[in-house]
């Protein structure tokens, strides 16, 4: 019984794959969460002062003991005046590690802070709290706010 030519095909490129370790890499996954968001003050062109969430979101990265963090904002929330706050997240990995990102959720606030940051929490728990804070150009943007806290445990 002869190998068909399909069959050739499909041990060839399953050797290639092998070889190169194509496919291999672990896509970035939502990690849960567990918070109360930051809720902050959004003001539309009409002056009528809204309520905006800053949840955070976690993602899993290639290297592990680290994470990407992000607010994600909807375009209502970016039109307001909202959208030139900042969100400081501060994390601590308990024996291990702790620090801050400062995140720009809508990206147009003049301070340089990302939209999405990279961070080593060391793997396991980690706490953090996130912060609504007003931008170098709008310093009472988003506010007045209440603070967020919440914890996920780092791959």
Known sequence: MGI???????????????????????????IPVH???AT????????????WTAALRVMSTDTPGEVELSVPVT????????GNALVR???ANP????GAAFLNPCGHAVDPAPVTAVVRTES???HF?????????????????TMGTGSFVTP
Request: glycine share 12%; aromatic share 4%; proline share 8%.
């Open 4 to 30: 068909t030519s399909r069959a050739a095909c499909a041990l060839t490129g399953a050797a290639a794959l092998a070889l190169t370790g194509a496919g291999t890499a672990a896509a970035a996954e939502d």
């Open 35 to 37: 918070q109360v968001p």
């Open 40 to 51: 902050g003050t959004a003001v539309s062109g009409l002056a009528v002062p809204g309520p």
């Open 75 to 82: 375009p209502e929330i970016c039109a307001t005046t909202a």
């Open 89 to 91: 997240v501060d994390y």
């Open 95 to 98: 024996g291990q590690t702790h």
């Open 124 to 126: 396991g728990f980690t």
């Open 129 to 145: 709290t996130t912060t609504i804070i007003g931008s170098q150009a709008y310093p009472n943007a988003g506010l007045p706010a």
